[in-house]
């Protein structure tokens, strides 16, 4: 099993919608939880880190879910700037273990 | 602070040849990462390093790659005898590091991006 596992996607979703994503995680002691964005040949950029209790920014809403371990992210009411990929980010076993990258999820939002 | 800096940002190499990259990271960051992505991948784990101490390699790394952090600051990964399967972008990443809330927010720079002809 994968470390941290995404749909590859493309999620192709009309402006306005909603979409949702998950990401697994494969080992159960993970203490961190991120998402980040990355654009078209840009770096990646974080968007939310995730909190047992879940978290909300705005239009994003962030879940954890350990004893299935998986975390999920909600985008609310889709803009176009929005299109772009999600990866999932886990950090290892221990708080300063290596932080590892999902492959990302491909998101276009269609006008 | 101008956050993460990596040069160059483009190197075009021929096979058999070395090349080495740079990374400056954000002044008080303790932590220091190194990644490589490919077209339609996410970042893949190369090392990483707390202060100047590198405390993992990935397995999936051959002997022709090290990565230093002599100082605790500026960090060089080198590739030797490059091969085209080396051409990517290069991510150089920061992070506080610690216990504190935050620590393991990682900030990127602009990457060095391979090309081995």
């Known amino acids: 099993r994968k470390e941290v596992e995404q749909d590859p996607g493309p999620f192709n979703v009309p402006e306005g919608a909603t979409v949702a994503f998950n990401c697994t995680y494969s080992n159960s002691a993970s203490q961190s939880f991120f998402w980040y964005r990355q654009d078209c040949r840009k770096e990646p950029k974080l968007l939310m880190s995730v909190y047992s209790s879940g978290n909300e920014d705005g239009r994003f809403t962030a879940q954890l879910n350990r004893a299935s371990q998986y975390i999920s992210l909600l985008i609310r009411d889709s803009k176009l700037s929005d299109s772009a990929t999600y990866l999932c980010v886990v950090n290892g076993k221990n708080r300063d273990d290596k932080i590892i990258f999902g492959k990302g999820t491909r998101l276009h939002i269609l006008p | 602070d101008t956050g993460v800096s990596q040069n160059p940002r483009h190197k075009i190499t021929k096979r058999g040849q070395n090349v080495t990259f740079r990374c400056d990271p954000i002044?008080?960051?303790?932590?220091l990462y190194w990644y490589r992505q490919t077209l339609g991948q996410g970042p893949e784990f190369l090392t990483y390093f707390q202060n100047e101490a590198q405390l993992e390699k990935s397995r999936l790394l051959s002997d022709r790659f090290s990565a230093e952090r002599p100082k605790g600051s500026f960090s060089t990964l080198e590739i030797q005898r490059t091969e085209q399967g080396d051409s990517a972008m290069y991510l150089c990443a920061s992070s506080l590091g610690g216990g504190a809330a935050g620590a393991n927010v990682l900030t990127f720079g602009a990457g060095s991006r391979l090309t081995v002809l």
């Open positions: 002044s008080e960051h303790n932590r």
